[in-house]
């Protein structure tokens, strides 16, 4: 499992991302770049990171899924991922 602390502040920037995410794109359109330079860092996009839902963990990430590998490897053994079966040869 993923710090706590981790997993809130991937939250809050999805937040803020997304609070944002007309005023960043009307300021790129413009070219203010001194504007853009003045809103919140967190609110840039490419400071989001893919996260399992379930750890939190940020590697091994399985974005179809939006899983990390060892819950993924769980979920998949218990049969709760629709349509997916254990290969065995």
């Known amino acids: 499992m993923?710090?706590?602390s981790s997993v809130a502040r991937q939250k809050r920037?999805?937040?803020l991302v997304a609070k944002y995410a007309a005023k960043r794109k009307?300021?790129?359109e413009?070219?203010?770049?001194?504007a853009l330079r003045?809103?919140?860092?967190?609110?840039n996009p490419v400071r989001l990171h893919n996260r399992c839902f379930q750890t939190g963990?940020?590697?091994?990430?399985y974005r179809k899924f939006g899983l990390g590998?060892?819950?993924f490897r769980k979920l998949a053994h218990e049969g709760k991922i629709p349509g997916l079966?254990?290969?065995s040869w």
Not at 30 to 34: I, L, P, Q, R, S
Request: net charge positive; hydrophobic share 35%; aromatic share 6%.
């Open 2 to 4: 993923a710090k706590l």
């Open 57 to 61: 963990r940020t590697r091994g990430f």
């Open 69 to 71: 590998r060892m819950a």
């Open 38 to 43: 003045l809103l919140p860092r967190d609110s």
């Open 85 to 87: 079966t254990k290969a």
């Open 13 to 15: 920037r999805e937040k």
């Open 26 to 28: 009307e300021l790129i």
């Open 30 to 34: 413009k070219g203010d770049f001194e």
